[in-house]
């Protein structure tokens, strides 16, 4: 059974930082892209990063760009989001997801997706 698992949530000021991690099992590294997403109350949900499990491709939202980083570690199944210089706007729930194929498609479909951990910016 595929699942996944994030945490590393929480409360920060602005210009803070947060590293979220996503715990993934019952599939092969391999055969996933792994990516973030996020939805703020009264927003729909953004897209964040997203990366392949070789780490040859990486892809980034705007919001992203110059202040998160999306690593991985194969061995331990898991995929990581460093977020520096926090602003309130990005408090939000943030959602790892899991797309099957080796390479992330932007418009392609997601086969799994995490319960969602809080992330909270205060100004």
């Known amino acids: 059974q595929v699942q996944l698992v994030e945490s590393g949530g929480g409360l920060v000021q602005a210009g803070g930082s947060l590293r979220l991690s996503c715990a993934a099992s019952?599939?092969?590294?391999?055969?996933?892209?792994m990516g973030w997403f996020r939805q703020a109350p009264g927003k729909e949900r953004e897209f964040v990063a997203a990366m392949n499990w070789s780490g040859n491709s990486i892809y980034y939202g705007v919001s992203a760009q110059g202040r998160f980083t999306i690593t991985r570690d194969n061995a331990k199944n898991m995929v990581f989001l460093q977020m520096n210089s926090l602003k309130p706007d990005d408090t939000a729930v943030y959602y790892c997801?899991?797309?099957?194929?080796?390479?992330?498609?932007?418009?392609?479909?997601?086969?799994?997706w995490g319960q969602g951990t809080q992330v909270t910016v205060s100004s």
């Open positions: 997801a899991a797309q099957l194929g080796s390479s992330w498609r932007p418009k392609g479909g997601i086969g799994y």
């Open positions: 019952g599939l092969t590294a391999s055969t996933y892209a």
